[in-house]
């Protein structure tokens, strides 16, 4: 009776161990499926491998390949702690060099064993079990080491049993860890991924930003066009309800050029070269940057009525001229927030840091652009006063026809007996005295740069001979032959400057294109019939001819075919120049040259 107990008993014992392992197995099957967090993962298996084999403490190592370490994760009661070992050193050391479990009944009598961590904790090291973890490939990962087995509150030995449990366990961890890993390196793949997406779309942003900003600022005539083109990209990129340009003057004073979101409309208002946030970025020569706009020192009560609404948001940043110091300022007010695609206000958000990077962007092409193109407008004031004076002999020369018709009709008037013959001569006078008037007010509207372009009567032979000498020694050194075909020798009404800025370009291009081979280059002066007799210029070269996939663009900015140094604005201020006059250029080619025809009407007479 007493033996059939005690082999329940044993029974008992065993089919106990026998759900603890079989649990522990579940539970550490279930952590596969239920968790890849590394930390987490270590853990249950830790206490779940403690529980199925008795211990009282369990070590798990995972081997850092690259240091030759083994890096352990040690559970003491509730607390998990972290210690490391060289590969080969103590008990599990050789574990993880050898492969191949070990038992140890007495750990003091091994001499592998290192009694310096109980001497340091005052723990008692008595049977250790320690088995390797080997991966699906049979890779060794790590090692997993339990201490001094209690069984009912009595401590006893570790046996075979215990070595299978535990190496069953450890194959399992094996697998849970490696997946953990895999699911980890793929998902900081994904983030890196992530992130450099994110960066090549900033990248792509800005690009595009660029690209957009200087094909505004290549259209731009004047300042208004230049601060159009350049706020009408700094809001749409940006999502600000409204953005601004401050110049300063040459008298101390300044300008505000405001434009909203919802219009491409530009107003210029007066202003203080201090006030408000651009004026703070003038004078400071820094950036200002603020969510709350209406508790900041620079807050302008007149900027809300510009606005149309309260400014909560701004930021300003200085335009930087020749000298470093700022001649400007670029500034974008309040952000307009997003939802549910729409733009929706209010309330409305703050601007972020990337906004700010954006608008220094735009700020560093803005003022170099803002500098040519004032260098370009003074350069202009000073050719309209420097064709003013190389003009002003032929003004005093085209004086001299009505002077001398006035003169005869006076004569005329003396001798006249007849009243009516006298007033009919008077009134032949003072048409002259109109046509005086007419002169007069033509150069003062271009001095004053009322007008882009000064209308004088050229004489055809002078101006075409002058043409020739100008180019003659150029081409030839080119291999171009110069050829002018005047087959009218009158005179025209045109802007002496520009059209020959025109025949520049014109034959700039011409002897590049037959740089490689040389060549004739023909400009032909001719007359329209018809009520205007407009001029038309022939401009022939015997080159290889316009590329096709340019030739419907070839007068848009920056189209060129390639040419080294090329800009691809020659054209474009051809055509401008043209269409100031009221004329049009037109283009024919073929592989065996181009002829660009420019033709300027000729409204008024040109006697």
Do not use: W
């Not at 019939?529 to 030739?551: M, N, R």
Request: glycine share 8%.
């Amino acid at each position: 009776m007493i033996q059939l107990e005690q082999k329940l008993h044993t029974l008992e014992e065993e089919l106990a161990r026998e759900h603890r392992i079989a649990a522990a197995l579940r539970e550490v099957g279930l952590a596969l499926g239920t968790t890849l967090d590394l930390e987490e993962l270590l853990e249950l298996i830790l206490h779940r491998i403690t529980d199925a084999v008795q211990a009282d403490r369990a070590t798990l190592y995972l081997l850092d390949e690259a240091r030759g370490e083994l890096v352990s994760r040690i559970i003491q009661g509730d607390e998990v702690r972290a210690i490391r070992l060289k590969r080969g050193q103590g008990i599990a050391g050789q574990v993880a060099e050898t492969g191949k479990a070990i038992l140890v009944r007495d750990a003091y009598q091994d001499a592998r064993f290192n009694p310096e961590s109980d001497m340091t904790s005052g723990y008692r090291t008595r049977s250790i079990l320690a088995v390797p973890m080997k991966n699906h490939m049979g890779k060794i990962i790590g090692v997993i080491q339990v201490l001094n087995k209690i069984s009912r509150g009595t401590e006893t030995e570790f046996g075979d049993e215990d070595a299978v449990v535990l190496a069953a366990l450890a194959t399992q961890a094996a697998i849970s860890i490696d997946n953990s890993r895999l699911f980890l390196s793929v998902t900081q793949k994904n983030a890196e991924l992530l992130e450099i997406k994110e960066q090549l779309e900033h990248r792509v942003r800005d690009l595009k930003l660029l690209f957009d900003l200087e094909s505004a600022m290549g259209r731009a005539t004047s300042l208004e066009d230049l601060f159009t083109g350049v706020l009408i990209e700094a809001l749409r990129t940006t999502d600000a309800f409204a953005g601004a340009f401050a110049l300063q003057q040459a008298d101390g004073r300044a300008h505000i050029y405001l434009m909203h979101h919802h219009s491409e409309k530009l107003s210029r208002f007066p202003m203080k070269s201090s006030q408000g946030f651009t004026g703070a970025a003038i004078t400071d020569g820094d950036v200002v940057f603020t969510n709350d706009a209406r508790h900041h020192p620079n807050a302008d009560p007149a900027l809300d009525e510009l606005l149309g609404e309260p400014c909560r948001a701004c930021i300003a940043v200085p335009l930087e001229g020749e000298d470093g110091e700022a001649i400007g300022a670029i500034a974008l007010y309040n952000k307009r927030p997003v939802a549910g695609g729409l733009p929706a206000r209010p309330p409305a958000g703050g601007f972020l840091e990337e906004d700010r990077a954006l608008l220094l962007l735009i700020a560093a092409n803005a003022s170099t652009a803002l500098r040519l193109q004032l260098a370009r407008e003074e350069r202009e004031r000073e050719e309209r006063l420097t064709t003013i004076g190389r003009l002003l002999s032929g003004v005093i020369h085209d004086l001299k026809t009505p002077l001398s018709v006035i003169s005869g009709y006076v004569q005329l008037m003396q001798q006249a007996d007849k009243r009516a013959v006298r007033e009919e001569y008077a009134e032949l006078a003072l048409k002259q005295f109109e046509h005086i008037g007419a002169m007069q007010r033509d150069v003062l509207e271009f001095a004053r740069g009322e007008k882009s372009i000064l209308i004088r009567k050229v004489y055809l032979s002078k101006f075409f001979a002058d043409m020739g000498d100008q180019l003659q020694t150029q081409l030839a050194r080119m291999g171009v032959e110069l050829v002018i075909d005047l087959q009218d020798r009158g005179t025209a009404r045109f802007d002496e400057g520009k059209v020959t800025r025109v025949v520049h370009n014109l034959a700039r291009n011409a002897a590049e294109a037959m740089a490689e081979r040389g060549g004739k280059f023909t400009i032909k002066v001719a007359r329209e019939s018809g009520k205007d007799g407009a001029l038309v210029l022939t401009f022939s070269d015997t080159g290889p001819g316009i590329p096709k996939e340019i030739e419907h663009r070839l007068f848009q900015s920056f189209v060129t075919s390639g040419k080294k140094g090329g800009t691809g604005l020659g054209l474009a201020i051809v055509k401008r120049i043209a269409e100031e006059h009221g004329g049009s250029i037109s283009v024919q080619s073929t592989s065996k040259g181009a002829s660009f025809k420019l033709r300027l009407p000729q409204h008024q007479d040109a006697g």
